[in-house]
């Protein structure tokens, strides 16, 4: 008999800053990992709308932030919020959802695990 455990981890929250020329964010989350990115593409807005449009972060991942302030990596179910911490030094909080790890173990369990998937 197989055992599956779901394993789920806190929310982590990214906090960055835009750049004067709001054309690039930079900053980190609260476990110490930087990030940072580049604007490709501005939203419906244009500069105005400050940190909506489509981003190309540090780790090649394609993210579009909606002016209403919803986060979708591109081929990701994962969606993200944004939030205004400092609107006067453009200083926003990303807050990402708690992942999820599905964990299967052997019949025996004492073989690794079967399976580990992440949502």
Known sequence: MERIFNITWPKSVDRVTLSADLQHMSGGNEYGSPLSATRTAWSNLGPMGGIPGTWQRHNGV?????????????????????????????????????????LTLSPDTLRPPAAINTA
Do not use: C, F, M, Y
């Not at 990701?76 to 453009?90: C, E, G, I, K």
């Open 62 to 102: 394609t993210v579009t932030i909606d002016p209403n302030g919803s986060l979708i990596p591109d081929g990701s179910p994962l969606r993200a919020h944004r939030n205004v911490v400092d609107a006067t030094q453009w200083i926003h909080n990303i807050v990402w959802p708690e992942p999820v790890n599905t």
